[in-house]
Each structure stands twice: as C-alpha cells, then as structure tokens.
C-alpha cells in the first residue's frame, strides 16, 4: 500500500507564497507522474500541475507563471511551490501519484486559503 503525506498549506494573503511537499511511501511501485489536483467548494477537482518522473511538467492556466512544481526522484517527494497567491486558489489541494501498471494514489488534502 501507498502513503502520501502532504504538507505546506495554510492561510496567507493575497500576494503571498506557500510551498506545499507531498512525500510517497510503501510499496509505490513505478512513478510516471506526479502532481496537485485542487477542489475548490462547489467545483469539480482540476489539475494545478504535474510532472512526469522524466522531468516535463503542466500547468493549469491559471496559474502558470505563478505556480511552479519540482520534484526530487531519490526522496519520491513532489513540491508545489505557489507565489503571487489570489483568492480564487483558495482550495483543498491533493497530491497524486500516477503509476505504471497501477491505479492512481491521492493524498488526504491540505487546505489553503487566501484571504485578507
């Protein structure tokens, strides 16, 4: 079984930055991906951004140019660094790892909230 434990969200104001880190565990088998998804009250679950284990990422629309991913593949930890932070991504926001062979894993979800 798969364990991802997320952490870095909170309450910031608009402008400010956060930096959410979800690290993977147990028996993860073979990485093709992973990402942040986030779910905002009333909305449907969307994807913020993702890497693959190569090294390419996504990002939604809207946050490109303010969110950028990274990950560190001998830790199987994935980071979600988020600056110039609006009220509109206030939201839970879930890890989630794609592999190969196997069905998806998420994370339990942190919340951020932007707000003054």
């Known amino acids: 079984q798969v364990q991802l434990v997320e952490s870095g969200g909170g309450l910031v104001q608009p402008g400010g930055s956060l930096r959410l880190s979800c690290a993977a565990s147990?028996?993860?088998?073979?990485?093709?991906?992973m990402g942040w998804y986030r779910q905002a009250p009333g909305k449907q679950r969307e994807l913020v951004a993702r890497?693959?284990?190569?090294?390419?990422?996504n990002y939604a629309d809207s946050v490109k140019g303010r969110f950028t991913i990274s990950r560190d593949n001998a830790k199987n930890t994935v980071y979600l660094q988020m600056n110039s932070l609006k009220p509109e991504d206030t939201a839970v926001y879930y890890c989630?790892?794609?592999?190969?062979?196997?069905?998806?894993?998420w994370g339990q979800g942190t919340q951020v909230t932007v707000s003054s």
């Open positions: 890497i693959r284990y190569g090294g390419s990422t």
């Open positions: 147990g028996s993860i088998g073979v990485i093709y991906a």
């Open positions: 989630n790892l794609a592999r190969l062979g196997s069905g998806d894993a």
